[in-house]
């Protein structure tokens, strides 16, 4: 089992519309989550990090954290064609290392 | 320039040399990690610092690869007797410690030919 896992995608959405973005994990001694977005070659940026169960919020994107669930998502809203990229979950567990899921890929649609 | 910065960004080189890779990370981060991603996977975790000690190696790096942070601040990968199976995108990222955010360079594509 994978430490963590996502959707590959892609996943399409009209410009303006929510996109959904999810992500389980298995450890559950982790502590820290994040959301990092990769434009094709380039590196990862992060996006939004999440510490605590419940909703944050910057700007048009949430994310969302279920400690019991073991599931964390990012919401993006009023999707512009500039968001279509990967989007990478990563986790910071009791280890010291990030683990990465394989990213969902956005594409918005004009 | 206050964020990661990783140098060269783009390396050719024959199967068989040797390879190396250099990160600065921000400066009042302690924690320093070296990842590997191949296209349509995520980062693969490769090898982290605390300050000048490596105190972590992925099972998946060979002893081809070697890491080292002297002094706490710039790291150096190298990857001796390079294969073609060593092509991928090198991150390098740095944290203020093991909990917060992550910031990654820009990466290093290296291609083996």
């Known amino acids: 089992q994978k430490e963590v896992e996502q959707n590959s995608g892609p996943l399409s959405v009209p410009e303006g519309a929510i996109a959904s973005l999810n992500c389980t994990y298995s450890?559950?001694?982790?502590?820290?989550f994040f959301w990092y977005r990769q434009y094709s070659g380039k590196s990862p940026e992060l996006i939004m990090s999440?510490?605590?169960?419940g909703d944050k919020e910057d700007g048009r994107f949430t994310a969302q954290l279920n400690k019991a669930s073991q599931y964390v998502s990012l919401l993006i809203r009023d999707s512009q064609p500039s968001d279509s990229a990967t989007y990478l979950c990563?986790?910071?567990?009791?280890?010291?290392?990030?683990?990465f899921g394989t990213g969902t890929s956005l594409t918005v649609i004009p | 320039d206050t964020g990661v910065s990783q140098d060269p960004r783009h390396k050719i080189t024959k199967r068989g040399q040797n390879v190396t890779f250099r990160c600065d990370p921000i400066?009042?981060?302690?924690?320093l990690y070296w990842y590997r991603q191949t296209l349509g996977q995520g980062p693969e975790f490769l090898t982290y610092?605390?300050?000048?000690?490596?105190?972590?190696k992925s099972r998946l790096l060979s002893d081809r690869f070697s890491a080292e942070r002297p002094k706490g601040s710039f790291s150096t990968l190298e990857i001796q007797r390079t294969e073609q199976g060593d092509s991928a995108m090198y991150l390098c990222?740095?944290?203020?410690?093991?909990?917060?955010?992550?910031?990654f360079g820009q990466g290093t594509r290296l291609t083996v030919v």
């Open positions: 990563a986790v910071k567990g009791a280890g010291n290392q990030f683990y």
């Open positions: 450890d559950r001694g982790s502590q820290s």
């Open positions: 610092f605390q300050n000048e000690a490596q105190l972590e």
């Open positions: 400066s009042e981060h302690n924690r």
């Open positions: 999440i510490y605590s169960n």
């Open positions: 990222a740095s944290s203020w410690d093991g909990n917060t955010e992550a910031f």
